[in-house]
């Protein structure tokens, strides 16, 4: 299933009232039967209305970076304290938030440690495929994007396991 993005961000304002709402819903499908992952790509945070709802409710907050430079890195610290600041508000956690780099030249270690999140993993610069998932076309599957995302996927279902774990772990001893 597909649904489509926004186009232009000043859209956001008029779905302010109707992101808890697609929040709840979009979680819901994890219990339905065939179960489902939702990806949401909620864009840039710099929207005068950004998608807190989604963000709230997600298992993972991927911030993806192009990781060039330190100069290319640095605009994400504050995004990442902003996130943080959400996701403990919220009842989240920060250990719901991490990051993956493009096209890395920068290292991974020097990233986390300047924006004090986890590094998911890397994805190539792959400017045909990207282009392709964005506006429509054909891909063979050989594309070094879509390797690498595969291959990423470990890593985030992993991630999503070791928060959930968490999760519990820290309800469990509210509880107790």
């Known amino acids: 299933m597909l649904l489509p993005g926004l ?5 956001a304002t008029s779905l302010a009232g109707s992101w808890g709402r697609l ?6 499908l994890e219990n339905r039967e065939p179960a489902y992952d939702v990806i949401a790509d909620c864009g840039r945070l710099t929207t005068s209305v950004p998608p807190w709802p989604l963000l709230h409710r997600a298992d993972l907050v991927l911030l993806v970076i192009r990781a060039t430079s330190l100069r290319t890195v640095s605009p994400a610290i504050p995004a990442v304290a902003r996130l943080r600041q959400e996701l403990i508000t919220h009842a989240r956690g920060a250990g719901s938030l991490a990051a993956v780099l493009i096209g ?4 991974a270690r020097e990233v986390e440690k300047r924006l004090g999140v986890p590094v998911l993993g890397e994805l190539p610069i792959d400017v045909r495929a990207a282009g392709v998932l964005s506006d429509g076309g054909r891909l063979s599957g050989k594309e070094a994007l879509l390797r690498a995302a595969v291959s990423l996927e470990a890593e985030v279902r992993r991630s999503i396991a070791t928060y959930r774990t968490s999760l519990m772990t820290s309800m469990e001893g509210r509880r107790g």
């Not at 929040?23 to 819901?28: D, M, N, V």
């Open 104 to 107: 890395s030249e920068y290292p």
């Open 7 to 11: 186009a232009d961000p000043v859209q």
């Open 23 to 28: 929040a709840g819903f979009l979680s819901s």
